[in-house]
């Protein structure tokens, strides 16, 4: 071969060559070094070895159920697994790149401990069949694990909207100071997009339950099969009702990485207030230094590197999902190797979810708010404005005259260099003769966030019972 296989890949950790596929009888000429490697997918889907070996088990027992296979040779496939299984599982399992893929591996080395009754192992069933059933296994416990791992962030920033359910800091609209809030009520917020992430998790893992083991390659199987009993065994929730789309459907995949498009930019949206708020210009919170990381050349530096790789990795994340997408829109029925691509994006979406997720919980529960930095800014944009104008509503005024009466205001504020509630009550006066000594108490920040006292709204109050509702939704199984 050309230059070209010097500068190959390496074969995935432990994966050798020897000769001989399953299917060689049919060809005249060995198979290209080259395309040898391009077709195989053992390097990545050895990923899947313990579902495949859970959905092989599962076939066989319904198989000798079903009188297809004998006593006999189901014993020796339980045995010649639970062998393959422990070689898996230490590391010691030889993959070879001639098997091209999992499940030719397995089942070759089943074969080599059992004899015949692995050969007879993949009766009434294909790979299509089997690798769709193998992703699917796969994708609904690392759901499980991701919905878990929501649900600890979601705890550890009730923690802290809980301890800082008063804490007032400006709110922003346009990234100007708009109207005070909490930081409690800021939190909340997030907690809100991560249980809608828990929500769509929870539905597409009813998508991801169904069987598609019994579509065999593509027509269904001549054999009498009972794929209730494996649904059932595999604890999948119903089998698909259709063997063309059985093998050939990824939507699950893509949904799955849709949610996780969703958790990201969630996630990035966050990332991207901590790096502002970390920012000396804002100063509003404090990360551990174990978030961050110095700078070679400056010494003085202190960058916010976790947040900043989780909005980078947002990227490869919507990456994923425009790639499965594309991989899927011009597919005719049923498998095609096209679908063989679907692994490295979904398993590389998987691991980057659950990574961002943990160190973001760790992260989140170590972030220190700098409660004056907050106070300041806070004061800095008359972000009371609002009040004043309700409370000339209060007193009568309608809104529309009260907002142009509270805007000349602001602008004498502005002229004076002092915040509304700083304003002499003569002055305010001169603006409308319907204010009153009570202004004073009415405009300071405290006053602000505590009148906004409705379910959803910012008031210490209302947060405090936010978190209450929300850690009583996270109990719920
Ligand atoms: N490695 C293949 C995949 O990931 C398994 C299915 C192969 N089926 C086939 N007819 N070539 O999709």
């Known amino acids: 071969m050309t230059s070209r296989q010097s500068k190959k890949k390496p074969p995935a950790r432990g994966v ?14 060995p198979v290209d070094a080259l395309v040898k490697r391009f077709t195989a997918s053992v390097s990545f889907d050895q990923r899947l070895a313990l579902v495949d070996i859970r959905g092989s088990l599962a076939h066989a027992r319904m198989l000798a159920a079903q009188r297809i296979l004998s006593r006999r040779d189901l014993a020796a496939i339980e045995r010649g697994m639970a062998t393959v299984e422990r070689e898996v599982r230490s590391g010691r399992f030889e993959w070879s790149l001639d098997a091209e893929d999992v499940h030719l591996n397995i089942e070759r080395r089943l074969t ?48 802290s909207a809980e301890k800082h359910s008063g804490l007032v ?48 390659a593509l027509a269904g199987t001549t054999f009498p099969i009972d794929r209730q009993r494996v649904a059932r065994e595999l604890g999948f929730e119903s089998v ?15 949904e799955f990485c849709a949610c996780a498009s969703l958790i990201l930019t969630h996630l990035s949206r966050l990332s991207e207030e901590l790096i502002l708020w970390m920012s000396p210009r804002f100063g509003f919170v404090k990360i551990p230094d174990r978030f961050c990381t110095g700078s070679s050349i400056m010494p003085q530096k202190k960058n916010p590197d976790v947040p900043e790789l989780v909005r980078g990795k947002t990227g490869r994340v919507f990456g994923a999902l425009t790639g499965l997408l594309t991989l899927m829109k011009g597919q005719p029925l049923a498998y095609n190797k096209d679908n063989q691509e679907d692994k490295e994006p979904l398993f590389d979406t998987v691991d980057t979810v659950k990574d961002c997720l943990a160190v973001f919980a760790d992260m989140m529960a170590g972030v220190r708010p700098v409660p004056e930095r907050m106070r300041a800014a806070a004061l800095e944009g008359y972000s009371t404005a609002t009040d004043l104008a309700d409370y ?19 602008r004498a504020a502005e002229e004076l260099n002092c915040d509304l509630s700083e304003l002499p009550l ?11 000594a009570d202004v004073a108490d009415w405009l300071t920040l405290e006053a602000s966030v505590s009148r906004r006292s409705h379910v959803g709204g910012t008031a210490p109050k209302q947060v405090l019972r936010a978190v209450a509702r929300a850690r009583k939704r996270l109990a719920r199984p």
């Open 16 to 29: 050798s060559a020897s000769p001989a596929k399953s299917w060689s009888g049919r060809f005249s000429e």
């Open 426 to 436: 003569a002055t305010l006066r001169g603006f409308s003769r319907r204010i009153q």
């Open 169 to 216: 800091m400006p709110g922003f609209t346009h990234l100007q100071v708009a109207q005070p809030v909490t930081f409690g009520h800021h939190l909340l917020a997030y907690v809100e997009m991560f249980e809608r992430d828990r929500e769509r998790l929870a539905d597409c893992r009813r998508r991801i339950n169904r069987l598609p083991l019994g579509a065999a």
């Open 240 to 254: 698909c009702e259709n063997s063309l789309d059985a093998v050939s459907d990824r939507d699950f995949a893509i």
């Open 112 to 159: 080599a401990l059992v004899g015949d009754a692995g050969k007879r192992l993949h009766t009434g069933r294909s790979r299509n069949d089997q690798v769709a059933t193998d992703v699917r296994l796969y994708l609904r416990d690392e759901v499980d694990a991701i919905h878990a791992l929501l649900a600890s962030l979601q705890k550890s920033m009730l923690d």
């Open 392 to 410: 000339l509503v209060g007193k009568g005024v309608p809104f529309r005259d009260a907002h142009e009466i509270v805007a000349r205001a602001v």
